[in-house]
Structure formats: structure tokens, C-alpha cells
């Protein structure tokens, strides 16, 4: 079996990871998932509020091309349960499908060449405000100046050439449901 990987980006709070998780609960035998945030550079005796976590230097690319590699060659592999941790602890193994979704995956030509299918979906700034304010994971990280003035900004430098290498570029206008039924409508149209 031949694993075909799925890339879902798009800036934060688009719905990635919502849409991912979707696809993988409804087909479990199918699906798998990896998170490219839990890939994000060791915090360890760093000042987590002066890192800009939206540019590409944050995240340990290798290390995900190398997962995915491995996936691609019939292999397990093992990825990081938590963010900011060299520990790669969570054992991921070959299906048809590995979905990645992650903010900055079509930044980077390595990656963009793995990826079967592209996704992205596009978001608004006032929409990213309002996402992140209900969200409110991390208070340092979700606090309403940082989302202003290092992620909106940060992000928007990357959104025009990660729009050009998607196959695929969904509305956030889109319901959940409709987007859902786009991609998933995509994948499968292969398989039939």
C-alpha cells in the first residue's frame, strides 16, 4: 500500500485541524493525522512570548519531511505528542491516507513535493481575531496585541505564495460541512 499524503494549510485558526480530525474519526481504517504544530522548536530556557511562532524557523521541517518519508517507504514513525519537545513519543503507522495540516506546510518546497493533495483554506484577519478570542488556549499566545501585531502580520507575508501552491483553495465563507465534503469529495474521487 502506497501512502498519499494530505496537506491542509492555512493561517491560524482556519480550521485545519478541525476538518483534519473530522476525516480521521469518520475513517479511522483510512486516515491518520499529524499535527505539523506539535513539530514547533524546543521552548526550553527561551521567552516563549518574544518567539514569532508563525515564521517557518520555528518549526522542525526535518524532522516532519523525515516522518514522512518514512510513511512513504512502509515504515512507522514516531512524532511529538506535545509541542516544544524533542521528544518524539507517538507512533504513527503507514495508511492510505496522512493527512499533515499545519500553517506554513506550503512554504516550503520540500514538503510542498510530498503532498498528494494540497488544501488551503482562507481566512480573513477580523475572522482570525474572533477565532482566536473564543479559542483561548494559551493566554500569552491568544492575548489580542500579539494576535495583532506578530500573527495576523507574520502570517500574511506567507499566505500569497502558500495560495499559489495549493491545489485547492477553500473559502472559511464555506460552512464546516461544505469544506468537509470538498475535500473529503476530492480524496475520494481517486478511489473510485
Not at 63 to 73: A, E, F, G, Q, V
Not at 134 to 149: A, F, G
Not at 161 to 170: E, P, V, Y
Amino acid at each position: 500500500m502506497e501512502t498519499k499524503f494530505i496537506g491542509i494549510c492555512g493561517r491560524s485558526c482556519s480550521g485545519k485541524s478541525t476538518l483534519s480530525k473530522k476525516l480521521v474519526s469518520n475513517y479511522p481504517d483510512l486516515f491518520d493525522y499529524i499535527p505539523a504544530d506539535k513539530f514547533t522548536i524546543s521552548c526550553n530556557n527561551q521567552n516563549r512570548s518574544l518567539i514569532e511562532w508563525e515564521r517557518p524557523e520555528c518549526l522542525r521541517i526535518d524532522k516532519l519531511i523525515n516522518c514522512l518519508i518514512d510513511l512513504k517507504t512502509g515504515k512507522s514513525t514516531k512524532i511529538p505528542s506535545k509541542r516544544c519537545t524533542e521528544i518524539f513519543d507517538k507512533e504513527i503507522f503507514p495508511k492510505k491516507f496522512v493527512i499533515v495540516d499545519g500553517f506554513l506546510l506550503f512554504a516550503d518546497q520540500r514538503l510542498i513535493d510530498l503532498f498528494d493533495y494540497k488544501f488551503y483554506i482562507d481566512i480573513t484577519d477580523d475572522q482570525i481575531l474572533k477565532r482566536r478570542q473564543i479559542r483561548k488556549e494559551n493566554d500569552s499566545l491568544d492575548d489580542i496585541n500579539y494576535i495583532k501585531e506578530k500573527i495576523i502580520p507574520i502570517s500574511k507575508e506567507y499566505e500569497t505564495i502558500q495560495k499559489q501552491n495549493a491545489d485547492m483553495i477553500l473559502s472559511f465563507e464555506n460552512s464546516f460541512e461544505k469544506s468537509y465534503d470538498i475535500i473529503k469529495n476530492k480524496i475520494f474521487e481517486k478511489l473510485i
